[in-house]
């Protein structure tokens, strides 16, 4: 039993700093190739600390444990919302001063009240998680078109100095990305082997373990992000990430997941966890946008309530497996 818990770990540390020189990689890449910084704030670095969680949710519905991959994106989303930009906002107020950032959270609200509509009906089957990819390619084409037109946003010039504190000859971003990725997938499938044995042995759901274990685990890419962005005062960058990885979270992991194989929703996923993640990107949305002169800030009362949100959320989880009620 003691080598399902080295896998949890080890696959946790490797995911992480494999996660962590992908995204380095592909950014650096990418701006040597000429992409605009706007763009690889919003697509390469925002989306690209998601892949974890795609990797091991699309592992996890191959190999048959969809409920794993469901609780890995949408526990994920939490985590990002509440224990990363809480704890960000608690430590020093974030000051959202990037348009884009505050044009994608109403995209990012309508995709979360999708995600209720599809799980509805019990199930998220291949013609949603299609659905779900669609919406991704339109998100994406969206994000290039907004570039083009917002060049001076804010979010680009911390891109930049972001990309200048880590230089990369583009022969150096080639091999990490590859290499990240590589040992991304290696990690992940360590990962959710440990998980899942994890989860038989103490009969606990694999929604749960993704709910919890794995989404936090495949969060920390954002939350070493989220502290490096915030030390250099890159207010932006650290709200930008959090709503790019969940709106990559929400259509991308649990699309492919669906599409590898249909996930049986029940109704705990919707009044419990889907429940959660809707309120704190709503809270974390009017907090952001800004409403009625108020500009857009996160303080820190605020982001002691979406902390206090999510300490409570893992609080009752951990109370429903002490209960037994955990492969419930």
Do not use: C
Not at 27 to 46: D, E, F
Not at 129 to 135: A, C, F, P, S, T
Not at 285 to 300: L, Q
């Amino acid at each position: 039993m003691i080598l399902p818990f080295i896998a949890v770990a080890g696959g946790l540390a490797l995911l992480v700093w494999s996660a962590d020189r992908f995204v380095d990689g592909a950014a650096s890449t990418s701006r040597r190739l000429g992409v605009s910084p706007l763009l690889v704030g919003m697509l390469v670095i925002g989306f690209g600390t998601s892949a974890p969680e795609m990797l091991v949710s699309s592992l996890a519905a191959w190999q048959g444990n969809p409920g794993l991959a469901l609780g890995n994106a949408y526990g994920s989303n939490i985590v990002n919302i509440g224990l990363i930009l809480g704890l960000m906002a608690v430590i020093s107020p974030l000051a959202v001063h990037s348009d884009v950032v505050r044009r994608e959270l109403p995209l990012l609200i309508g995709v979360t009240l999708l995600s209720a509509v599809l799980m509805w009906g019990g199930v998220v089957g291949r013609a949603e998680g299609m659905l779900l990819l669609v919406l991704l390619g339109t998100l994406i084409s969206f994000s290039i078109w907004q570039a083009r037109r917002s060049q001076a946003d804010s979010l680009a010039r911390e891109t930049e100095e972001k990309l200048a504190t880590y230089p990369m000859s583009l022969r150096a971003g080639v091999f990490w990305t590859l290499t990240g990725l590589a040992l991304l997938v290696v990690s992940s499938r360590v990962l959710v082997w440990g998980a899942i044995e994890i989860a038989v042995a103490f009969g606990v759901s694999d929604l749960i373990i993704g709910l919890t274990v794995v989404a936090i685990g495949t969060s920390l890419p954002e939350l070493a992000s989220a502290f490096s962005a915030l030390r250099k005062g890159e207010h932006d960058l650290v709200v930008g990430n959090v709503v790019g990885s969940n709106l990559f979270n929400t259509l991308a992991v649990v699309g492919i997941a669906a599409v590898i194989t249909p996930i049986g929703v029940g109704a705990e996923v919707l009044l419990r966890d889907w429940s959660m993640m809707a309120v704190m990107t709503l809270l974390m949305a009017v907090f952001a946008i800004g409403w009625k002169g108020r500009p857009g800030r996160i303080n820190r009362l605020e982001g002691a309530a979406l902390l206090a949100l999510y300490v409570g959320y893992t609080v009752f989880l951990a109370r429903l497996v002490m209960q037994g009620t955990g492969s419930a």
